[in-house]
């Protein structure tokens, strides 16, 4: 594993110091860039638009020239050999480019033979992915009549007909209805565990929390961060907390806070909703799960009634916010 | 070879396309020169307006307007609206072949419309102009060659148009270059004839629909009383309508990657 060429093989993706600046624009759209994406990982661009995911995507599928920096692909340098690198990829954009003028399975079938593969082979595989993504009775109609999940999914069974290395997912389910959006989901796991290499942007957190390995937050051109979900939300200080409701009168308010505060390893203590006469109180904690009996106790010391305890993970939405002090939608 | 399959496929993506709707296809391309060989070929002619012997100067005009129209045609429309927003040649540009074989594989395609519904005046002017349907034979090669090449050269113009057009200028566009073109091109009269009107003869060579007009009619005119019909020299037709199809493919094959590999 000593042999860098090696190293770089076994990565399906390789970006290295990546910068584009578009004509006329004061600022880089990416600003150095550099991350790996291993062999059969599902790896997510996460960042508000215009953070610069689309326009690395772009880079990585041949339709952006790269300012400076590099880029490979299974071990093929794309700015050198972009047609080699095309054999290797299949894109899905965020809006639809179906050919039009196609029936749908057409669609299918002209795409694998642009890919040169034989005919035979490319009935007996648009056949096989019609059905899979539940488009096999509706064929042999044009796309228009399609509805913008039926679209998505049709771009994505396209995409796979010439069994690509890499695919890229530009936002897959923006736009789309709860249903679809859990269909697609199930099926790019599906895909990613036939050993697919999978690179998706999103802006929905849900949605690179669920499906990515890897996660890179980007905002500004440049990558914030870059680790598993595990790893980011570990970021945020104090990042677990401890919400626990009770049943407290006026006059025992006071020393039940004072109770909660005294708890070892406990770093700070809000009063997060009053409803009458029942409380919430959120504690932080390095570790708020070896808190619960302490924390029940002192609720119990205090005279009041321990109603509901609940751990708080904290969501990459507060990981994003505490990187880049605002929100992101 | 990865390539050339793909070039091929790309090419029956068009044949395929295009043979769904050759219908409206030969509508579309047949309907205005149909018209004008009626009208001026046996209307005006009919009710004395017009010399007898005007058909037949017409005929290899129409022929040239109506192949580099169509031809254009089949290219700009698509190409504006791929570029501006449906995006549907994309897939066709993750091909694994290299970009410019796709845009010559639109030339390639809008040329052979061209060439087709050039070749569909033919049997269409000996139905409506009867008697007056002359074409000299001995030039068949020439003729051929010509219809082959006004088609390159409305191709190529279409996509030079079709790169630098904006879909919220298609229309304004089309008049503002179809008018001059159809008007400037030596279309409707021969060139020899402008004689007269010398600052309009030079303007006429500036449109390459000029070259394509004269060499059709070079091709097609008989000898009037055993004297040929005079017409543009044909090496100079040859090399301007040459220069023509190189110039505007590499400034068209230019723009096209500007718009597509930013």
């Known amino acids: 594993m000593s042999d860098p060429e090696q190293m770089i093989d076994a990565s399906a993706i390789h970006v290295s110091q990546l910068v584009k600046r578009y004509k006329n624009s004061k600022s880089n759209a990416v600003d150095g860039v550099s991350f790996e994406v291993s062999r059969g990982e599902i790896f997510g661009l996460l960042g508000p638009n215009g953070a610069g995911k689309t326009t690395t995507i772009g880079v990585l599928t041949t339709s952006i020239l790269p300012t400076s920096g590099s880029a490979s692909l299974m071990g093929v340098d794309i700015a050198l050999d972009p047609i080699e690198a095309k054999r290797r990829i299949a894109v899905v954009p965020q809006q639809s480019n179906l050919d039009r003028s196609l029936k749908v399975r057409e669609i299918l079938t002209f795409h694998a033979a642009y890919h040169g593969v034989a005919r035979k082979q490319r009935e007996t595989r648009a056949s096989q992915l019609l059905d899979e993504l539940g488009l096999g009775k509706r064929q042999n109609e044009k796309v228009n009549r399609y509805s913008g999940g039926m679209a998505q999914r049709l771009m994505i069974a396209r995409a796979l007909m010439h069994s690509p290395d890499v695919l890229f997912l530009d936002e897959p389910t923006n736009n789309l209805d709860p249903q679809s959006r859990l269909f697609l989901w199930e099926r790019i796991q599906e895909l990613n565990t036939r050993g697919l290499t999978i690179l998706l942007t999103t802006h929905d957190m849900d949605e690179a929390d669920m499906l990515c390995h890897r996660i890179a937050i980007m905002d500004h051109g440049k990558i914030l961060v870059n680790d598993t979900s595990a790893e980011l939300k570990k970021m945020i200080p104090d990042g677990t907390a401890l919400e626990v409701r009770a049943y407290a009168t006026t006059a025992r308010r006071e020393p039940l806070a004072a109770a909660l505060k005294t708890i070892a390893g406990v770093t700070k203590v809000d009063t997060m909703e009053a409803d009458g006469e029942l409380l919430t109180y959120r504690i932080q904690a390095h570790c708020a799960d070896t808190l619960i009996g302490p924390v029940a106790q002192a609720v119990l010391s205090a005279g009041a009634e321990v109603r509901d305890l609940s751990i708080k993970q904290p969501s990459l939405e507060e990981v994003f916010i505490s990187l880049t002090e605002r929100h992101l939608r | ?262």
């Open chain 2, 1 to 262: 070879m990865l390539a050339a399959k793909a070039f091929l496929a790309i090419l029956r993506r068009d044949a395929v396309v295009t043979g769904r709707e050759f219908v409206p296809f030969l509508l579309q391309a047949l309907m205005q020169p149909m018209f004008f060989l009626f009208i001026f070929g046996k209307v005006l002619p009919g009710i004395g307006l017009a010399d007898h012997n005007f058909a037949t100067l017409m005929l290899p005009g129409i022929v040239a307007l109506t192949g580099m129209i169509a031809a254009m045609q089949g290219v700009t429309l698509p190409l504006v609206l791929d570029l501006g927003y449906a995006h549907e040649i994309d897939d066709r540009l993750l091909a694994p072949l290299p970009v410019w074989w796709v845009v010559f594989e639109k030339v390639l395609f809008g040329a052979l419309r061209g060439t087709i519904a050039s070749s569909v005046i033919f049997p269409l002017g000996r139905w409506i102009l009867g008697d007056g349907f002359v074409v000299r034979t001995d030039r068949i090669l020439v003729l051929i060659s010509m219809v082959v090449l006004t088609a390159l050269v409305g191709s190529v113009i279409g996509l030079l148009m079709g790169t630098i057009i904006k879909p919220e200028h298609i229309s304004l566009m089309f008049t503002l270059i179809f008018t001059p073109l159809l008007f400037t091109g030596c279309t409707y009269y021969p060139w020899g004839a402008l004689a007269n009107i010398r600052w309009f003869q030079i303007i006429t060579l500036l449109n390459p629909l000029t070259y394509a007009a004269e060499g059709l009619r070079y091709a097609m005119v008989p000898a009037i009383g055993g004297r040929p019909f005079p017409t543009l020299a044909l090496h100079w037709i040859l090399l301007a309508l040459g220069v023509s199809v190189a110039v505007t493919f590499l400034a068209g094959n230019r723009l096209f990657h500007r718009r597509v590999i930013t």
